[in-house]
């Protein structure tokens, strides 16, 4: 019995140093598995969030199942909720952390994990071709005269489609005369999916090699295409001396709109409803911006989805899902894709590149006889430009 004891409070200890602290300030009230998106499918999952602390809690077994403990998208919906305010994705990501020291990371995750240390991305893509997306864009080397460094998100670096959003960034600020550049093939991942998924420590090694990076390049103020980078920068990097001025795109794109140094006469005659990231939104509060943008652009009819703001449902691509499968019946971002439908929206609009994946997938394989484009805030704006 003694040894039993002894295990069970060497697990919660093991959370707890690996920065999970609040699970100790849990009182198994209920509410965040009460306002977890995972309850609302109609087929029902495995995860409950209040049982996996629980189990942290008490040091148990069964939290570290894959369909268990790697089932949280991370979206924080529990967190914004909760009474006692304990940061319940720090407890997650501690779990996890303490899961992957033994090896019980999922598979999909360990390819990602391995594609981070080799080759500096998630997409088991050559570092070389980092900078590919840029060609033709007159884009300049980062030096340190420059003003912004412009660090564009990993899938945006290589994926075919997401390309799109780093090229309508760029031209973007180009018009605007944005005094920004990249690094180019010496940039590698932020690091934000590593944390997330469990691997603290390739985490530390690769913020401390990313600020030491910024630093030498006399980089002072970032601007991100992807919540998830712009999340890493302003809230992680910081605990390890990389101190910058962060920025999420849309955060500069609307101040440049109301500086008069962007402007968008370019019909956009279209009802457009926006999907809320979770880690611009509820995790960055960033609300306001992408609206305001969305509106400055002429013609263009914002609808909004009937949970929105802090309420919004996540896409489900969040804390590395998006590298794992989700069978039919448990993907959030087929419920957001049906209500667009239902609200007879013709662009389904977002701004995280996680996000347009997901929801692109969900259009694919939903109502095949109507028709729902999916965008990126940036390329609506670079198709409106003046």
């Known amino acids: 019995m003694g040894e039993t004891v002894t295990y069970f409070s060497e697990v919660r200890e093991a959370i707890v140093e690996m920065g999970g602290k609040d699970i100790n300030l849990c009182m198994q009230c209920g509410t965040c598995a009460g306002t977890c998106p995972w309850g609302g499918l109609a087929e029902k999952s495995p995860f409950n969030i209040r049982k996996m602390i629980y189990q942290g809690m008490i040091g148990g077994e069964g939290f570290e199942r894959d369909d268990i403990l790697y089932a949280c998208t991370t979206c924080g919906h529990c967190s914004v909720r909760c009474p006692r305010g304990v940061k319940i994705v720090d407890v997650v990501r501690a779990m996890r952390s303490v899961i992957a020291e033994t090896g019980g990371m999922?598979?999909?995750?360990?390819?990602?994990?391995?594609?981070?240390?080799?080759?500096?991305?998630?997409?088991?893509?050559?570092?070389?071709?980092?900078?590919?997306?840029?060609?033709?864009?007159?884009?300049?080397?980062?030096?340190?005269?420059?003003?912004?460094?412009?660090?564009?998100?990993?899938?945006?670096?290589?994926?075919?489609?997401?390309?799109?959003?780093?090229?309508?960034?760029?031209?973007?600020?180009?018009?605007?005369?944005?005094?920004?550049?990249?690094?180019?093939?010496?940039?590698?991942?932020?690091?934000?999916?590593?944390?997330?998924?469990?691997?603290?420590?390739?985490?530390?090694?690769?913020?401390?090699?990313n600020i030491r990076l910024f630093k030498d390049q006399g980089v002072k103020k970032i601007i991100t295409t992807s919540p998830h980078c712009f999340q890493a920068f302003q809230q992680d990097y910081p605990d390890f001396g990389g101190n910058f001025e962060v920025y999420h795109y849309t955060q500069v794109l609307n101040d440049l709109v109301k500086e008069g140094k962007l402007s968008f006469s370019n019909g956009f005659a279209q009802k457009a409803i926006y999907h809320e990231p979770c880690y611009l939104g509820r995790h960055g509060k960033i609300f306001a911006e992408p609206r305001e943008l969305l509106l400055s652009v002429p013609g263009l009819e914002l609808l909004e989805f009937d949970k929105n703001k802090k309420d919004s449902l996540c896409c489900g691509g969040g804390g590395g899902r998006i590298w794992m499968e989700t069978k039919q019946g448990q993907r959030f971002s087929d419920l957001k894709v049906k209500e667009a439908f239902q609200k007879a929206a013709d662009t389904l609009v977002t701004a995280c590149p996680y996000c347009v994946i997901m929801l692109e997938d969900s259009v694919k394989g939903l109502n095949k006889d109507k028709e729902i484009t999916v965008k990126d805030i940036s390329e609506v704006l670079r198709e409106s430009l003046a």
């Open 106 to 209: 999922p598979k999909s995750l360990k390819t990602v994990l391995g594609s981070i240390k080799s080759q500096g991305n998630p997409w088991s893509q050559e570092r070389e071709k980092r900078t590919d997306w840029a060609g033709g864009l007159g884009i300049k080397e980062f030096a340190p005269a420059t003003e912004y460094l412009l660090f564009v998100c990993c899938t945006s670096v290589y994926d075919g489609r997401s390309q799109k959003i780093a090229r309508s960034m760029a031209e973007l600020l180009h018009k605007a005369g944005v005094n920004f550049g990249i690094i180019g093939s010496g940039e590698q991942c932020c690091g934000e999916t590593l944390r997330k998924m469990g691997a603290e420590r390739e985490f530390s090694e690769l913020v401390q090699e």
